[in-house]
């Protein structure tokens, strides 16, 4: 292995929860005053941490969202995932192998601590992430693409950053691993390329990645 930790994004990478989350943020956009397409979200705000939703609608409206914004948007999500939410595609193999050998891997996300564990408990990850694999945005001052997070997660696991290498999913994680010094892959399932370019290579399915690794 060339690397001594793996760092997984997980909306996107590890649990298929994009389509789901930017369906359900679009409408409730829409729906407190500000229209939103399924396609503004995507490109908006995939891979932002809440904070940064909040402080873009500010910026562009001057006006804040409702107090409750995140723990209404937050229920719904939950409620899908319990019937939607699958797996990504080859995300528990390539968790199995890591463990097979002996390979340091952890999870940060922009989402919160609860939305990380409803999503693997959900898909049935969770047998592979106890707490201390588990960082979000909620543990650092600043979300992606500041490299903060990314940061948190190597010094909790004991990993120089040089050593780390990131799999990510959107331009604002793949700005953030390039910002910590860490090398990224990233995952062009959902996002177009072209919006990957800064990564140090790109992979389309779960099955290339061992080899990127390697």
């Known amino acids: 292995m060339r690397y001594d930790l793996v760092i997984f994004d997980n909306d996107g990478v590890l649990v298929d929860s994009e389509p789901i989350s930017n369906r359900l943020l679009a409408e409730y956009l829409t729906e407190v005053g500000h229209p939103t397409t399924y396609e503004d979200s995507i490109r908006d705000y995939m891979g932002s ?6 402080d873009l609608i500010e910026e562009r409206t001057g006006q804040r969202l409702p107090a409750e914004f995140d723990d209404v948007f937050h229920g719904r999500v939950f409620e899908a995932f319990e019937r939607e939410l699958k797996p990504v595609d080859g995300a528990a193999e390539v968790l199995a192998w890591l463990a097979e050998n002996g390979v340091p891997y952890c999870v940060a996300s922009s989402g ?7 999503g693997h408990r959900t898909t ?4 592979w992430f106890e707490d201390g694999r588990i960082f979000s945005s909620q543990d650092v001052g600043r979300g992606k693409p500041a490299p903060d997070l990314f940061l948190h997660a190597a010094e909790r696991m004991g990993v120089a950053p040089e050593r780390c290498v990131v799999v990510e999913d959107s331009p604002l994680g793949v700005r953030a691993a ?6 990224v892959y990233g995952f062009t399932a959902m996002t177009p390329a072209a919006k990957l370019a800064a ?3 790109l992979f389309s399915c779960m099955a290339e990645l061992d080899g990127l690794l390697g």
């Not at 941490?49 to 909040?54: D, P, Q």
């Open 124 to 127: 049935g990850l969770d047998r």
């Open 178 to 183: 390039v910002a910590a010094g860490m090398d």
């Open 49 to 54: 941490a809440m904070h940064r939703i909040h």
């Open 199 to 201: 990564a140090t290579g």
């Open 112 to 118: 919160s601590h609860e939305r990380i564990r409803v």
